[in-house]
């Protein structure tokens, strides 16, 4: 079975966030006919999750939680899902302690105890009662007893914690990254201070089924768009017929030559490296190994996640009854992440960006390329770039916006 390629308007590929939102908009308020290719065997992205041997929900790419302050992000999700009111709260583990996270005031109180009056009127005197400091700013304080604090919230939470995760030490890294946790002046333990947060009331794979469900798109899954798409001559080459299940390598083969040139939009939101054979070198990414346990016991963790900010190789646990709202379900699976280095060796997965300057500017030349031919590059991947769902959602709507209306 094939697929008549000039029977759409658009190709996207990849069925994560960014590509379901471009799709559902080219479709919907466009009135395209969308061709979606997705290289796993699943939509999703990194937000898919299936039902474990227990019936809880496991998030296969690692926990993910949505919390959002967009009003358009909020009210566009909320047309594919309800929602369970989650508010995530993350401890960690120092020693034998378990002290929330972002530090903020109760984790003070627990870990100075004896001065924690005088700290708290100090940091409100400076900061402003619910500010969020970045360890880096705090870090600056002259006052001694502020560089108390900055030293202990420091090494206790964020040295080793940001080691594992990026192998290298807090300062060395992009300083928007440790400041999406900050330390938080107020008595707040939740991770996110969104005005809305949640968890998709059947999950996430639920919500993409709905979100791609119109008429107008046609879902590929299982189909690396490498094999498929080809740029040659700044043009976007495209086989003439869409194969249900495709090889890379022998699909590339057995369609060579039979390539042709491909009028619609393409909304991309894969590496765009390697869309581009590399050709410059490779983008560096972090990748992880999730390491799943089923366990016959009905609760590990006090929390969904704990953090491992001073000891292990791993960096966190998630038990994903708690996220999910299951904790009455028996059974429990639990998930450890271990970071490393992408090399882009088969069945490695690119999940962080390592933006840099150096690495932003590398970035900056495939970008041009993709200029070039007229190729939409969207998403954490395409874009080289952290974005949170909802983030990511806002943005891919925008660039609809223009797409459509423009
Ligand atoms: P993805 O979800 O990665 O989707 C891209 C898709 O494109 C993938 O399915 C991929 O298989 C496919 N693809 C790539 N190349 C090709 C190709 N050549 N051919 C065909 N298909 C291809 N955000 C939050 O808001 N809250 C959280 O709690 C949170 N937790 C996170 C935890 C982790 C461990 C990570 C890594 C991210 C987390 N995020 C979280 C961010 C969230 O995952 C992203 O916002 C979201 O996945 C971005 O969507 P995307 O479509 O850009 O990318
Ligand atoms: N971080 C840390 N210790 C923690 C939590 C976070 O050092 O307990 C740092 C770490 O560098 C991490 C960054 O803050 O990469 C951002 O944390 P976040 O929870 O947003 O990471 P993500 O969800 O992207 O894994």
Known sequence: MTTDINSFDSIVVGAGFAGAVAARELAERGGEKVLVLESRDHIGGNCYDEPDKYGILVHVYGPHIFHTNSERAYKYLSRFTEWIDYSHEVVAKVGDEEIPVP???????????????????????????????????????EDERLQKIADYVYRNIFLKYTMKQWGKKPEEIDPSVSGRVPVVISHDNRYFQDKWQGMPKEGF??????????????VKTGVDAGSFIKIENDRILVCDDVPDECDRDKASASKAGEKKKFTGKVIYTGLLDELFDCRYGRLPYRSLRFDVECRDEDRFQSHGVVNYTVSEDFTRISEFKHLTGQLDLHGTTIMREYPFAYSGAEGEVPY??????????LYARYKELAD?????????????KYYNIDAIVDHALDVMDGLIEG
């Open 352 to 361: 962080y960006a390592i933006n840099n300057p150096e690495n932003d500017a």
């Open 103 to 141: 530090f903020n005031l109760n984790t003070l109180r627990q870990v100075f105890p004896k001065d924690a009056e005088e700290l708290e009127a100090l940091l409100i005197e400076t900061f402003g009662e619910g500010a969020r400091v970045p360890i880096l700013k705090l870090r600056e304080a």
């Open 205 to 218: 794979t639920k919500l993409f089924e709905r979100l791609l469900d119109h008429e107008g798109i046609t």
């Open 372 to 384: 070039q031919v007229g190729l939409i590059p969207l998403g954490r991947l395409a874009e080289y």
